[in-house]
């Protein structure tokens, strides 16, 4: 049996005939660009995640760095970042010029809110807490730091669509949530496509306003703008989508129920749930001193895993100018050299899961055999 890490279009054949049926609808009304489609699907969202108001963008990484522009972060001040971040986290920072400040990361693969003040100083201007992995981070603790000292909170929910702390949906404890629907995310898209999410509804008409050149009239900018604007097609598909988001994240809390209770491995360490935490199960991520040979082991057996992530943001080249080293952030170094992503997603059959959960259990590191 052959298992890969993911397979998209298993979601797409389930409801397929609503995909064809809502594409040919978009292809027949002769408007493609910020029509009926971008608006109810603005308004279902804002819902879902538990806002006042959506704001439809290209990407994820748009919702970032539109985010940190109109909130008035750039040049000269610094965002406080988890280390182990997807690296479109620190884009997102630096693209307005600002700098990322790494804090390690918890046991929970986010943001540990009991490192952030240390690196608290003068030109600390926001926190972007990522719900990694899909589990909401430790929002009480961090909402409380950045309330104590003036600072804006953004959420990254790329991959936590629909994740809460304690009841409440991420996304809603800062000043804007932000999300991807690249087509991997837990609600994907057939293409690329973003959104924010606020409460402030001012904000969220300058977003708008941003995203379309600058103008709210068409040929009267007010403001410098950029094209980020969520079309037609990927809103509409994405409407079809939104309707079955919660089927499909019950599917992979049942799927990561399994590989919680069924994987037994004395090498292997399984993910931790915080305490009020729920998880939307964006990856599977599991933690292992022999993992290259578990992967070798695992592709023996046509199972095949990915990595989230390999290099932690401040080792890459992208961010050679910020002069960090190997040993700057040990905690993030050594979950990049351990972290391993087994195969999630929706579609994933029973037998394929009970193919991967035995490959898992029967895994012993060569050296440890007699
Ligand atoms: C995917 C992702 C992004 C970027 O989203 P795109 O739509 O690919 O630009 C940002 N942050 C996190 C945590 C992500 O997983």
Request: net charge negative; aromatic share 10%.
């Amino acid at each position: 049996m052959k298992v890969l890490p993911n397979v998209l279009d298993r979601q797409f054949f389930q409801h397929q005939a609503e995909y064809e049926q809502k594409a040919l609808d978009v292809l027949h009304s002769g408007w493609y660009i910020l029509g009926k489609e971008v608006s109810a699907f603005e308004r279902e969202f804002a819902e879902y995640a538990g806002a006042k108001a959506c704001v439809g963008l290209a990407s994820g990484l748009d919702a970032l760095i539109i985010a940190f522009k109109l909130l008035g972060i750039g040049a000269g001040d610094e965002v406080i970042v988890q280390s182990n971040a997807y690296i479109a986290c620190v884009m997102g920072i630096t693209a307005n010029g600002a700098t990322p400040v790494f804090v390690e990361p918890d046991a929970y693969h986010n943001l540990d809110a009991d490192k952030i003040e240390e690196k608290i100083t003068a030109k600390t201007k926001a926190i972007l807490a990522v719900h990694l992995y899909g589990q909401a981070s430790d929002m009480s603790a961090i909402k409380q730091i950045a309330d104590k000292h003036g600072l804006i909170l953004v959420e990254d929910c790329a991959q936590s669509h629909g994740a809460a702390f304690k009841g409440q949906k991420c996304g809603t404890f800062g000043t804007v949530g932000c999300y991807s629907f690249y087509p991997t995310k837990n609600l994907g898209a057939f293409g690329d496509a973003g959104a924010i999410v606020t409460n402030d509804e001012k904000l969220a008409d300058k977003f708008r306003i941003y995203r379309n050149y600058g103008s709210e009239k068409k040929y009267h900018n007010q403001m410098l703008g950029t094209n980020s604007r969520l079309d037609e097609m990927q809103a509409g598909l994405l409407r079809v989508k939104l309707k079955y988001i919660e089927e499909y994240t019950g599917e992979r809390q049942d799927i990561c129920g399994r590989y919680l209770n069924e994987i037994r491995n004395p090498y292997i360490k399984l993910p931790k749930i915080r305490d009020g935490a729920t998880t939307v199960w964006h990856q599977f991520v599991i933690t292992t001193d022999y993992r290259d040979a578990l992967i070798r082991f695992l592709e023996s057996k046509e199972i095949f895993t990915t990595i989230h992530y390999p290099i932690p943001p401040h080792l890459s080249e992208a961010y050679g100018y910020l002069n960090y080293r190997e040993g700057s952030f040990p905690i993030a170094e050594k979950l990049a050299d351990s972290v391993l992503s087994l195969p999630l997603y929706n579609g994933l059959a029973r037998e394929e899961q009970a193919y991967v959960i035995a490959a898992v259990n029967a895994f012993v590191p060569e050296k440890e055999v007699l």
